[in-house]
């Protein structure tokens, strides 16, 4: 049995890449924060399996902070792959602390390669690197050899593991990859990536709400895919013979307008009436243009997106509007994933 380290399991893509490497047989270990409230609720129904049908999952208290735990948890765990999905992942929020993002999303990059190289187990490691490293874009559409140019302090950290995983692969012979994702939603997508908060607004005036919807810069373009199918080219990656870098993405580009009309569009509503921009919402520096080049992934890999931008428009909305009339109506128990006796680690 294959065992995988993953931080980052609690979020969108952790919880994807859990259930993956789960049906894959695999054990599977996933970092969390120590917190007052448990935040477990998309990998719950994980935990209702493994009563079951015995799934290995297991969580850890830690940090991307705390290099010394990231050693002691490799020599305990000794994990074939290391997934890194932990981050402040998002992007307007890291003009408003952009030294903590700095440290988790950048520097907690090089605890853990280090961490690796220290422990000298040899996992495979993946990064999950991300469009936003391109920024303000020298090439349309962009691909493995396109320069860099962040334009927040998210992106900027994003760049700097990005070559600090090549800098152990080449200097140390880690097998250590970059999946430059581009933008891949899902309904475990957070709530506050403009997405969700256009998919969530929408559920909740076509059941009556009459809310307004705030945005910011509609005019954004954004190459938009499906969470779960770029977890699965995050575990092709580590299984080919050499480590590389790849772009994921749907070689397409749509507008947060665009999303919008389709969105309000998909249950009857014209958009104009529920919409109105709000400048805080504006970014200190814009990404204008993202469309990326899945065209390496695809050789290579054999990976390429089959959920494209109006049927994931729809995958959001319907969720949405079933998961709002849950609580309106009547909500579902959940499970017990939350409790202490599930996870490990020291507190």
Do not use: C
Request: overall charge negative; proline content about 4%; aromatic content about 10%.
């Amino acid at each position: 049995m294959k065992r995988a380290l993953v931080t980052g399991i609690t979020g969108q893509d952790g919880s994807y890449l859990a259930d993956l490497l789960l049906s894959k047989g695999y054990e599977v270990h996933g970092i969390i924060r120590r917190a007052s409230t448990f935040n477990t609720a998309r990998i719950d129904h994980l935990y209702q399996d493994s009563h079951v049908h015995g799934v290995h999952l297991f969580l850890h208290y830690g940090d991307l902070s705390d290099s010394v735990h990231l050693v002691k948890l490799l020599y305990e765990l000794q994990p074939d792959e290391v997934y890194n999905l932990g981050a402040q992942s998002h992007v307007r929020v890291s003009f408003e602390i952009p030294e903590y993002t700095a440290d988790i999303t950048g520097v907690g990059t090089i605890r853990i390669l280090e961490a690796i190289r220290e422990s000298g187990i040899g996992p495979r490691f993946y990064q999950a690197s991300s469009s936003e490293m391109y920024g303000k874009v020298q090439e349309v559409p962009q691909t493995e050899t396109t320069p860099f140019w962040p334009r927040s302090p998210y992106g900027a950290a994003k760049v700097f593991s990005y070559w600090a995983t090549i800098n152990y692969r080449e200097g140390y012979g880690l097998h250590a990859s970059n999946g430059i994702l581009f933008n891949h939603e899902s309904p475990r997508r957070g709530e506050t990536f403009v997405t969700r908060k256009i998919s969530r607004a929408v559920a909740r005036i076509k059941l009556g709400s009459n809310e307004l919807l705030y945005l910011g810069n509609l005019e954004a373009k954004r190459d938009w895919g499906y969470a779960p199918e770029y977890v699965e080219g995050m575990w092709l990656m580590l299984q080919q013979d050499e480590p590389d870098d790849y772009v994921l993405a749907t070689n397409e580009t749509h507008s947060v307008r665009e999303f919008v009309e389709h969105a309000f569009a998909h249950v009857d509503l014209d958009w104009k009436e529920y919409v109105r921009y709000d400048k805080r919402y504006e970014r200190p520096a814009e990404v204008d243009l993202l469309i990326g080049n899945p065209a390496k992934a695809k050789k290579q890999l054999g990976w390429e997106p089959k959920v494209l931008f109006k049927e994931l428009v729809h995958i959001l909305v319907d969720a949405d509007l079933e998961a709002t009339k849950q609580q309106l109506y009547g909500t579902k128990l959940g499970s017990k994933a939350g409790d202490p006796k599930h996870i490990s680690g020291r507190q």
